[in-house]
């Protein structure tokens, strides 16, 4: 019977140390009152990539520094800072790798390419069976 | 002709399982580095973590000194390791800053009473702002800072005691 208690207290357990022991962000899960710039803080976000679950933008995921920088966007645009200008700043400290925004930058030239490559291709494709087919 | 063509999804195929299980056998390296490294520290200024010490700024971390400024957190279990290190490191004449991401006064308390204190000043950092700016994607992290305030080597992840000597060498290079 203590056992089984035991093992059910297991079930509701929470990581003791793994996270920090102060509330969230007053803005990380918190609408500005302007739409338009929640609106602005939201497409923001969404193109932000969580510095701790890697494959997450800080709009998606749960870690305490991605609040943390959900607070940081909303507390900047609100007062005023454009978007492009946060994405800089982070971009300045984390490099092109915090944004999700494809750059210009030679390392991804491919990316703007790929599609051209692909629709040419296709072209192709699709005129060889054509004239495979009349000449039947 | 064609039949060269008909290899080409086979070709990919194997490419792409080639490349899938050579990352996964060899996974890439998931650290940030800062891109704040070589640039000043960014304008903060931080309150006091713990009643008895001085909260930190910009301004402490250009003196002149060549010193160590140490994002940490007492939440953080690394931290707790890393820090006799830097104990050992203040023993030989380092000064080094903390920064407590995240932290209470009361858990930070505890924390350097068990484990020792070997900061100069703490700023309280409860948002992790000031964390942001420096480029620090966690806790905890290690700057090697210049005298004139010129942020020179990010130590990723808690410095153990085989960094002892590396870090003493850096901190003599960048006086």
């Keep these: 019977m203590k056992r089984l208690a035991l093992s059910l207290l297991l079930v509701v357990a929470q990581p003791l140390v793994a996270d920090s022991n102060l509330p969230p962000a007053y803005w990380s899960d918190r609408q500005l009152p302007d739409p338009r710039q929640e609106a602005e803080a939201q497409a923001l976000m969404a193109e932000l990539r969580c510095l701790v679950c890697q494959g997450q933008s800080i709009a998606d995921s749960d870690a305490e520094l991605a609040g943390d920088m959900r607070d940081l966007v909303r507390r900047r645009i609100a007062a005023g800072e454009k978007p492009s200008a946060i994405r800089g700043w982070l971009i300045q400290r984390y490099g092109t790798w915090i944004s999700y925004k494809p750059t210009d930058e030679p390392a991804a030239w491919p990316l703007w390419l790929a599609p051209l490559a692909l629709l040419l291709a296709g072209g192709w494709l699709i005129r060889r069976r054509v004239r495979l087919k009349t000449r039947d | ?175």
Aim: aromatic share 6%; charged share 20%.
């Design chain 2, 1 to 175: 002709m064609t039949r060269g063509l008909r290899l080409i999804p086979i070709v990919l195929l194997v490419w792409l399982v080639v490349g899938l299980s050579w990352r996964l056998v060899k996974p890439g390296d998931t650290a940030i580095p800062s891109q704040m490294v070589e640039r000043p520290v960014p304008p903060f200024a931080l309150p006091p973590a713990v009643d008895n010490k001085a909260g930190l700024s910009a301004a402490d971390l250009a003196t002149g000194q060549p010193r160590l400024l140490n994002v940490f957190a007492s939440w953080c279990v690394p931290c707790v390791t890393e820090v006799k290190v830097l104990g050992e490191l203040k023993r030989r004449g380092v000064t080094i800053d903390g920064i407590a991401v995240r932290d209470t006064p009361n858990a930070l308390n505890a924390f350097l009473a068990r484990n020792g204190d070997p900061y100069e000043r703490i700023g309280a950092d409860r948002q992790s702002e000031v964390q942001i700016a420096f480029g620090s994607s966690g806790v905890p992290e290690t700057f090697v800072i210049d005298g004139k305030g010129v942020i020179r080597r990010q130590y990723i992840g808690a410095l153990n005691a085989s960094n002892v000597a590396g870090v003493l060498r850096e901190l003599e290079q960048v006086r």
